[in-house]
């Protein structure tokens, strides 16, 4: 029976040795086929993405050179010693009508304004509130397009004492879902001096993670600047840990009395995304 049992053994073996081997020699090849195969959409879609990119790039060369082509006229009309405001002021609200998020227009803004302020016109003061309006107009599209949250404090000040409270202290966090797990920050903005003429706020920004509800760490900036009507939040902003950034914006001033108030405005938003393929994507998607 011992016998019996090892031959069965030995013929079973010498029929499935052969199998195994073929099994084998199968798997090698379906992992080399499913290799061949990835390595090919990988190798396709890397084609795709550098496709992506190259027409991105040229669609972007297109564009500057249309921009170049259109701004040119507007900008020097604009920056030109003399001629009619009312002309300058045409072509300036042109800009910011077609051109705001793409091009900082607050120089132009400011010689503008410097313009206006020194011309001899009746209508000085219509031009000096249309140029705010543009100013305004800007600020409310681009906060629109940053998204994040925003904040706002009103600073009342008199000539001879600009001691008094944080214009804001909060504490802010981003809303979105996919910046969930970014720290809490506390921000606080000082004002520290105003000048009326120019309608400018010197103030210090202090940013800190807050620990929790009671603690803070080490200030993550802490800064002291100018900030003017004319000051944009896609161009004029600090960038922050957590691919985060914040920007101090100059919203309005009143006179009253010997002193004034100032409106300040905090806007806190993520770092905005620059993903080549997917901006390609909505353009094209915008064309269609």
């Known amino acids: 029976m011992q016998n019996g049992t090892k031959d069965r053994w030995d013929k079973l073996d010498i029929i499935l040795r052969p199998v195994g081997g073929f099994l084998t020699a199968f798997a090698v090849a379906y992992v080399g086929i499913l290799g061949s195969q990835y390595l090919k959409r990988r190798e396709a879609t890397e084609t795709d993405r550098q496709l992506y990119i190259e027409l991105l790039s040229k669609r972007q060369e297109r564009d500057t050179a249309f921009r170049r082509d259109m701004l040119k006229p507007e900008i020097e009309a604009v920056q030109a010693i003399g001629g009619p405001i009312q002309t300058k002021m ?5 800009l910011a009508a077609n051109f705001q998020e793409s091009l900082d227009l607050g ?3 400011k010689v503008m304004d410097q313009q206006v302020r020194s011309s001899t016109t009746p209508r000085k003061d ?7 309006i543009i100013a305004q107009s800007i600020k409310t599209r681009q906060l629109v397009t940053v998204g994040g949250q925003q904040v706002s404090g009103d600073f009342v000040f008199d000539s001879s004492d600009l001691q008094g409270p944080p214009t804001i202290d909060q504490d802010m966090r981003l809303p979105s879902e996919d910046l969930a797990n970014l720290p809490q920050r506390h921000f606080r903005v000082d004002v520290l001096e105003v000048d009326p003429v120019s309608q400018q706020a010197n103030v210090r920004l202090t940013v800190t993670e807050r620990k929790d509800k009671r603690k803070q760490g080490f200030p993550e900036l802490d800064v002291l600047f100018w900030v003017s009507r004319f000051d944009f939040p896609m161009s004029n902003n600090f960038s922050l840990s957590h691919a985060s950034r914040c920007a101090v914006l100059f919203q309005d001033f009143y006179n009253s009395g010997h002193g004034g108030a100032v409106k300040i405005l905090l806007a806190y938003f993520p770092e905005p995304s620059e993903d080549p393929v997917q901006v390609l994507k909505s353009r094209l998607a915008e064309v269609k």
């Open 107 to 109: 120089p132009l803004l």
């Open 126 to 132: 219509e031009y000096k509130r249309r140029i705010e």
């Open 90 to 94: 045409l072509n300036m609200e042109l």
